[in-house]
């Protein structure tokens, strides 16, 4: 059984930093993206960033770019996001993902790519 754990949220003040982590079992995915999202209460889950196997390629959310940084570490089958200089409107749900299709990056900005969803961490800043 595939499970995503994330871990690492909690509350911080505006302008501080979090670190959130993201361990995945039952299956590798060296082979595969990882990304994050996040939803808001009555806003749709959105995307945060994504890396690729290798960790060569990542993408990012626009207002994400400069701020957060995504990286991964393949021998421990993990997934992180660094969250610098946070801001109110940063708080939300943080959901790591991953995509169960080797090598593949099709539409990895969007939810419907993704096969394997954590449970979130809470993320709050306040101001």
């Known amino acids: 059984q595939v499970q995503l754990v994330e871990s690492g949220g909690g509350l911080v003040q505006a302008g501080g930093s979090l670190r959130l982590s993201c361990a995945a079992s039952?299956?590798?995915?060296?082979?595969?993206?990882l990304g994050w999202f996040r939803q808001a209460p009555g806003n749709e889950r959105e995307f945060v960033a994504a890396?690729?196997?290798?960790?060569?390629?990542?993408d990012y959310a626009d207002s994400m770019k400069g701020r957060f940084t995504i990286s991964r570490d393949n021998a421990k089958n993990t997934v992180y996001l660094q969250m610098n200089n946070l801001k109110p409107e940063d708080t939300a749900v943080y959901y790591c993902a991953a995509v169960a299709r080797d090598y593949s990056i099709a539409a990895v900005t969007t939810t419907r790519a993704y096969d394997y969803w954590g449970q979130g961490t809470q993320v709050t800043v306040s101001s």
């Open positions: 039952g299956r590798t995915f060296r082979r595969n993206v």
């Open positions: 890396i690729g196997w290798s960790g060569a390629w990542r």
